[in-house]
């Protein structure tokens, strides 16, 4: 008894449970970020890959504001690579199906051709006969029967043929008709491949950037967390000392007026408390605008090594347009373009800022020249963190642009 006290007890529960797998099976195949649906029937892959995809959007703003420690940030890195992963399985999958598609299509059409030109032929013999007896009633067909009854039967049957032979012509016009559709649906879903399949270059492409990003990450912390807090900390006081310096918060003083490739200051050797290593950061800024230097320097040989690594191609883009000579001597190391860059999308700099406001750029000489005559000021910002930034400007003599030169030494 007591044992079936128990059963009673449960048999709700039970019932539950089976009413739960039978009617809303999902619930028991959740997917993870990183499913590849691969175990799946062909009916429930591509829900399934539309709900990985889900699940890996949901991880990804999950983590988006969770970047405060390393961890954290191969987390939101990881999360990233799993949701472009998960798009290409998708396109992939996609593709397939198109393709499937495209296949039966062209078999169809090829049965659908052979099959009206072969009836079409036969119609139209047919016609052609039944025309000429056409041409020959009635007498014909009278002198030809064996009486008036006769007569009369083989007429109905010859009208009778020739109607029948109209309807099936209008029907096999109306089969052409579909035929012609079918080839309009085929290179309709030929154009969707094909934009699926560019979809897919750009997908595995972010993909291999996300995954060189990582690997940056790692190899440039050495997957120390002590390391990362000190690289989050000087690029948070590069972004804070750069924004306070544009908005007019640095202390400067003029200095006197400079011709155009006069040297004006020199790079710092090494890394300082806002900066990782020697480089220069360009900005030009018109009125209170600042500006793409870009649409201003020249065409000069450079080294890209603003992506991965140094001559990869997944770097920003690399596209003077403008007559101003460069800053520093060439060949340019550019180690950072304008706008959203490389470093921004893959590394820890993008949990600091969104937009990169100036040319990150290099020559060993570490020498720093005015890109245009005007007059010349140096100044600096002392940040939160007793940090300073040092810089010179140069208010340009034959429009309202100034230039920014920081991370320098005065001379």
Request: hydrophobic share 35%; net charge negative; glycine share 6%.
């Amino acid at each position: 008894m007591k044992k079936l006290g128990v059963w009673v007890m449960a048999f709700p529960v039970v019932l539950f449970l089976i009413v739960a797998v039978t009617f809303f099976p999902g619930s028991a195949l959740s997917v993870s970020c990183e499913d590849s649906c691969s175990d799946r029937s062909e009916s429930e892959r591509l829900s399934c890959l539309q709900e990985v995809r889900q699940a890996c959007e949901a991880k990804l703003a999950e983590t988006t504001s969770k970047k405060t420690t390393l961890q954290s940030a191969v987390n939101y890195l990881n999360s990233q690579i799993a949701l472009t992963q998960s798009k290409i399985n998708q396109t992939i999958y996609q593709i397939e199906q198109l393709e499937k598609e495209i296949e039966l299509l062209t078999a169809k059409i090829a049965i659908l051709d052979t099959s009206l030109e072969e009836t079409t032929q036969v119609l139209l013999k047919r016609i052609a006969a039944t025309y000429k007896q056409v041409k020959l009633q009635p007498l014909f067909l009278l002198v030809s029967s064996d009486g008036f009854s006769d007569f009369i039967n083989r007429y109905k049957y010859l009208r009778a043929a020739q109607t029948n032979d109209r309807k099936i012509m209008f029907e096999l016009e109306q089969e052409r008709a579909t035929l012609d559709q079918q080839k309009i649906l085929k290179e309709e879903k030929q154009e969707e491949v094909l934009g699926l399949k560019t979809d897919l270059i750009g997908q595995k492409g972010k993909l291999a950037e996300q995954q060189a990003g990582k690997k940056k990450v790692l190899e440039e912390t050495k997957n120390d967390e002590k390391r990362y807090q000190d690289l989050l900390a000087r690029a948070r006081a590069e972004f804070e000392a750069i924004q306070n310096v544009l908005a007019g918060g640095g202390t400067e003083t003029e200095v006197g007026n400079v011709s155009e490739g006069q040297t004006i200051a020199r790079m710092i050797s090494g890394a300082s408390c806002n900066s990782n290593g020697p480089h220069l950061h360009f900005t030009a800024v018109k009125g209170n605008s600042v500006e793409n230097p870009f649409n201003y320097l020249k065409s000069v040989d450079h080294e890209n090594c603003s992506g991965s690594s140094c001559g990869s191609t997944d770097g920003d883009s690399f596209s003077p347009s403008g007559d101003w000579n460069w800053p520093v001597d060439t060949p340019v190391k550019f180690s950072q373009g304008y706008g959203e860059t490389w470093a921004v999308r893959n590394t820890w700099v993008g949990s600091i800022y969104r937009f990169h406001n100036g040319l990150d750029i290099y020559n060993s000489s570490l020498t720093v020249k005015s890109t245009k005559a005007g007059k010349l000021f140096r100044g600096s910002y002392v940040g939160a963190s007793g940090c300073t930034l040092r810089y010179v400007k140069v208010d340009h003599s034959d429009s309202d642009i100034d230039t920014y030169y920081l991370h320098v030494d005065y001379l």
